[in-house]
């Protein structure tokens, strides 16, 4: 897929077939993000790639806006160093897996923004990581209407040289 077509077709899915990921799709999931650039490429970033239903289980109960996480194959918990270009950093990690697992036929949904310290002691995170996000990953569980995103016209929110003066 080229990676046009995966940004303008991605969606958020949250409810995934009972079907595993091949190893090496998987690896292109956790390369991508390992692969992403960072502020003076300080790389303030960690993915625990959790696979092992059980612990899918109660991740998806600790984090409050992820019970899915429990449907999914994997799911990749963010863990980041505590400096000023971090959030940024693996936000774009998140972005560059999320665009990856698309492109190979594999949903995501971002979980959490912070407030996953349950999490950081599921997993044996040392005190100075925080957890970002939870990324669930598998196969949709029902097709997906790809490119149709409801989006506000790009004249409204793009802008030519100055603010007043809209993209056409």
Do not use: C
Request: net charge positive.
């Amino acid at each position: 897929m080229e990676v046009f077509d995966a940004v303008r077709t991605v969606l958020a899915v949250r409810s995934y077939q009972r079907k595993s990921i091949p190893p090496e799709v998987t690896r292109r999931i956790v390369e991508a993000a390992h692969l992403s650039a960072s502020a003076s490429n300080r790389q303030p970033w960690h993915f625990i790639v959790v696979e092992n239903p059980a612990t899918l289980k109660q991740l998806g109960a600790l984090a409050r806006t992820g019970p899915n996480i429990a449907e999914s194959a994997l799911a990749v918990v963010v863990a980041i160093e505590q400096t000023q270009f971090a959030l940024s950093d693996a936000s774009r990690a998140i972005q560059s897996m999320i665009l990856t697992a698309w492109s190979e036929g594999v949903a995501s949904n971002w979980v959490g923004f912070f407030g996953l310290d349950a999490v950081k002691a599921a997993l044996g995170l040392p005190a100075d990581l925080d957890v970002l996000a939870i990324i669930p990953f598998g196969y949709p569980a029902e097709g997906k209407g790809q490119g149709k995103k409801k989006r506000k016209p790009l004249s409204e929110v793009a802008h030519r040289e100055r603010f007043d003066t809209r993209w056409s």
